[in-house]
């Protein structure tokens, strides 16, 4: 079947598919997941408009460095105006968002001020499914609280919203990537997208990782009637919670039980993942993560970590804090490199270089604005995801030795940790923190166990 791009280089944005003036483009899916977008080689007329919008072909000006030096963290996180960790005042707000529900206020102060009349989020349809909707009012914005992490295209919601006059857009850099280009090859689009913001993404999950989770406890989706993403205290990372039909509750966390749950993202990550560049949405007007910074260790309420990039989201947030809707302090660049959201930053701009040095030598396509160039310690990071992910998956998905997958995500975890290590010695003072970091982690998992309702 004729694909837009490569189908591992598909991130499933479903801008291309919003786009196509033959609506020749659909995206193909399986067992209710977005896998990569398809042409109908009938109604195509060869136009290109495709190819001029998809993300995997762009990432211009995209910064990525081949060590991690503070300037090169300094380039990865421009544009920005300010950058710091707030939350809104509002604690329903706060208390329902996935970290400070920082992106639900910013939408809300939005609508409300009628610089927008809807707003572009994703709500979760289903246990295992999300979907994008074309919110207008504040109880759709709200129903929308808390990160999916499932791939979610934005075909269906860019067509929706192109009979709107103003719409707030949040996505993922990929998303926002894909919109970005869009928008230079239809300029009413870049008119009508008044305000966009990006999620912080180190990458995005297969559902075949929920499938594994739950085989792991016995479970299996058909008896699923609920799937919690990030419930509980927000430090504590209990990532998802499983409610059956027959009230059983389980919880999954990354962080705790060493040989129990640890499955690092990259393993599981999509194909397509692995070769994006960019952690937090350079185009946006603002940026939002989680602000896992070491001073909130232990905090039950969340902190979103912030990037404010264009004038804009400046001014807003100004305003926000002005009306007491939101409180947000600045932190400097120092402060953000001792945040383990450094790691994540350097596994897009940096590593990326490794993996597509490495694709690229197993004659694979790579997006063209990515250096596939990389130093040892690249190569050897690049070589640890993909060895690991192939044995983890193959043990994992296809049930032999499924006991063997948290052993060897174990591993993985610790051998990127060494690599990383050696990577920072690049940065002053990052590897004796990078080491304190490991020890507490250590700690934690030998203490805390997995974790069960
Ligand atoms: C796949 C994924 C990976 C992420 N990786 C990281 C990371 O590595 N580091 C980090 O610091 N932060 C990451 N985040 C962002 C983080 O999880 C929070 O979304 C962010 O901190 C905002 O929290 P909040 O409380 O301010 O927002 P909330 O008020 O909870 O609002 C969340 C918003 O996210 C939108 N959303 C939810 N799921 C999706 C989705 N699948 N696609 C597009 N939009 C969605 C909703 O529309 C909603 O408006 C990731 C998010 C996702 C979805
Ligand atoms: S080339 Fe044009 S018509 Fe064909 S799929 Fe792409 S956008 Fe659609
Ligand atoms: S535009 Fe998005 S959905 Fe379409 S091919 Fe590119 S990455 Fe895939
Ligand atoms: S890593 Fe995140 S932003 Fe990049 S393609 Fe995957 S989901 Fe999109």
Known sequence: MKTVVDRDLCYGCGVC???????????????????????DGEKCTDCGACRQVCPALGWEGVATPMFLTSSAVDRCLQPRREMGVGYALDTSLRRSGTSGGLVTAVLLELLRTGEVDS???VRQAAPLKAEALLARTEDEVRSA???????????QVLRQAQDCRSVALVGLPC??????????????WAERIRFKISLLCAANLRLEVYRYLLRARGLSEDELVRWDFRPGDWWRQDYFRAVTSDDRSELFAFRHGILKNILPIRLFAREACLMCPDFSGRSADLSVGDAWFERYKGERAGR??????TERAQALLDAMRERDSLC??????????????????ASKHVEVRGRAALRRMAGRPVPPNIPARAGPVGLALGATIYLARRLTRSFATRGRCARMAPALAAVTRSLLWIGRSVEAVFLPGALLHAAAWRLRGLITSLIGGGKRE
């Open 17 to 39: 598919a919003a786009l196509c003036p033959a609506g020749a483009i659909r995206m193909l899916r399986e067992r209710g997941e977005a896998l990569w977008a398809v042409i």
């Open 119 to 121: 707003a572009v989020v």
């Open 145 to 155: 609280q808390k990160s999916k992490y499932i791939v979610a295209p934005y075909d």
């Open 175 to 188: 998303h926002l990537e894909g919109v970005r280009r869009a928008s230079l090859l239809l300029p009413n």
């Open 304 to 309: 979103s970590f912030y990037v404010a990039r």
């Open 328 to 345: 947000a302090e600045p932190v400097d660049l120092r402060t953000f490199c001792r945040s383990s959201n450094l790691w994540t930053l």
